[in-house]
Nanobody, 123 residues
Framework: VQLQASGGGLVQNGGSLRLSCTAS????????VAWFRQAPGQEREFVCA????????RYGDSVKGRFTISKDTAKNTVYLEMNNLKSEDTARYYC?????????????????WGQGTQVTVSS
């Protein structure tokens, strides 16, 4: 069982990136998936989540209106579309999964974690 996060990189202030979280050994349409991020010296922060059936989403206040989470069950992948990126979005982004889960914001709700992908926004 594995989650592979990818798509990070260096982008200018105001730019966009799309992160991918591809699952292996589990079927994404039975799992809620969340994105968290952690900047150096800071605690890990909830970014957003999508429920196991894709019917609900939840966003942290700092990303509402700029980030969008979605599922592609055919590709067994969850995407995080990030627009209007700011320097404060710079962090390592992690995806996590919880079978039959809802849009929980607590880390403890998720028991499968990916290794993370780095996003750096230059001002």
């Amino acid at each position: 069982v594995q989650l592979q996060a990818s798509g990070g990189g260096l982008v200018q202030n105001g730019g966009s990136l799309r992160l991918s979280c591809t699952a292996s050994g589990l079927t994404i349409n039975t799992y809620a998936v969340a994105w968290f991020r952690q900047a150096p010296g800071q605690e890990r922060e909830f970014v957003c989540a999508i429920s196991w059936n894709g019917g609900s989403t939840r966003y942290g206040d700092s990303v509402k209106g700029r980030f969008t989470i979605s599922k592609d069950t055919a590709k067994n992948t969850v995407y995080l579309e990030m627009n209007n990126l700011k320097s404060e979005d710079t962090a390592r982004y992690y995806c996590a999964a919880d079978q039959w889960g809802g849009v929980h914001w607590r880390e403890s709700a998720y028991d499968v974690w990916g290794q993370g992908t780095q996003v750096t926004v230059s001002s």
